[in-house]
Every structure is written in C-alpha cells, then in structure tokens.
C-alpha cells in the first residue's frame, strides 16, 4: 500500500503559478501510473493529468493541457504538478492518486490510492 501526501498549494492571483508535489511512502513509488485530479466546492472530481511509471507518457485534460505540466522523479518519490497561468476556473482542491494496475487513466474509479489534497485558490 502507498501513501500520498500533496503540498505546494496555496493563493496566487491570476496568471501567476504554483508547483504541486506529491510525496509517496514506500519503495514501489515507481510501479504506479499517478494522476492529478482537481474538485472545485460544488462539483465533482475531474481528472487534470496522468503519467506512466516511467514519466514517458502523459496526459491532460483539455481544459489545462499547455498550461500544465506533469513529472515525477521516482528517486525521491514524489510526482509533481507545475501550473502555469493560472486563472479563477483553477481554484479546487487538487489530490494526487496512484493505480496499481498499468498506465495511467482518466477515470477518478481507475486509482486505488489518493492524498489528502491541497487547496490552491486563484483571485482574478
């Protein structure tokens, strides 16, 4: 089993950035395809991006791709979220998630593990 801790969030104003990270426990950090996933008050959780468990593949969400950008560096276990130009649609509760089984997916019910999630707010 694997634990997933996010930090970096915080309040930026628009345009600005933020780095997310998202440590995880245990040395098969590498064996698991992660996903970032965002959920604003209100709404449901919608996936942001996916990487394989080498970093060679990824994947966006239309609403982010070119602003955002995901990698991981499985030395130190962690997988990370920069996010470029930001606007007020970017505020929610971002969670980062691991899946046991191979690649990574879209679909919040396809992972098995998840952080506690870190509030990131962006005022226009």
């Known amino acids: 089993q694997v634990q997933l801790v996010e930090s970096g969030g915080g309040l930026v104003q628009a345009g600005e950035s933020l780095r997310l990270s998202c440590a995880a426990s245990?040395?098969?950090?590498?064996?698991?395809?992660m996903g970032w996933f965002r959920q604003a008050p209100g709404k449901v959780r919608l996936f942001v991006a996916g990487?394989?468990?080498?970093?060679?593949?990824?994947g966006y969400a239309d609403s982010v791709r070119g602003r955002f950008t995901v990698y991981r560096d499985n030395a130190k276990n962690t997988v990370y979220l920069q996010m470029n130009s930001l606007s007020p649609g970017d505020t929610a509760v971002y969670y980062c998630?691991?899946?046991?089984?191979?690649?990574?997916?879209?679909?919040?019910?396809?992972?098995?593990?998840w952080g506690q999630g870190t509030q990131v707010t962006v005022s226009s």
């Open positions: 245990g040395p098969t950090f590498s064996s698991y395809p």
């Open positions: 998630a691991a899946r046991r089984a191979y690649g990574w997916r879209s679909d919040s019910s396809a992972y098995d593990y």
């Open positions: 990487i394989n468990r080498s970093g060679g593949d990824t």
